[in-house]
């Protein structure tokens, strides 16, 4: 499940529950579809996801991606400690922005934005 809300020049979207196989296609081309809008700046607001799954991850892979070529920025947020773990064992904390609360998020999308 993905809530959207516009905060400025920020996008922030809001995901819950569990992000696998059964929902990973549905939500990349949701968050896709956000980006195609004209979405330069997203935080993924992850404190309510529960799980995430290999699957999941990949959403997060190709929304970077989609956001490197276009020159924006993709910030996570507020990730659990079970999600967290699952970043930090594939790597995806390395290569990922993540910040501890969706405040922090916020400020550092614009901080960019203002550079």
């Known amino acids: 499940m993905m809530e959207s809300q516009t905060i400025g020049e920020m996008r922030v979207l809001s995901l819950t529950g569990r992000l696998d196989s059964i929902n990973a296609a549905e939500t ?66 390395q290569i990922l922005t993540v910040c501890e609360s969706r405040d922090d998020a916020l400020a550092m999308c614009e901080q960019e934005a203002s550079r």
């Open 28 to 93: 990349e081309a949701a968050i896709v579809a956000e980006i195609k809008d004209g979405a330069t700046r997203l935080v993924l607001d992850c404190s309510g996801l529960t799980y995430v799954s290999s699957a999941g991850l990949r959403v997060f892979l190709v929304v970077a991606k989609r956001m490197r070529e276009i020159g924006g920025k993709v910030v996570l947020a507020g990730l659990a400690p079970s999600v967290k773990e699952v970043f930090a064992i594939s790597g995806f904390l």
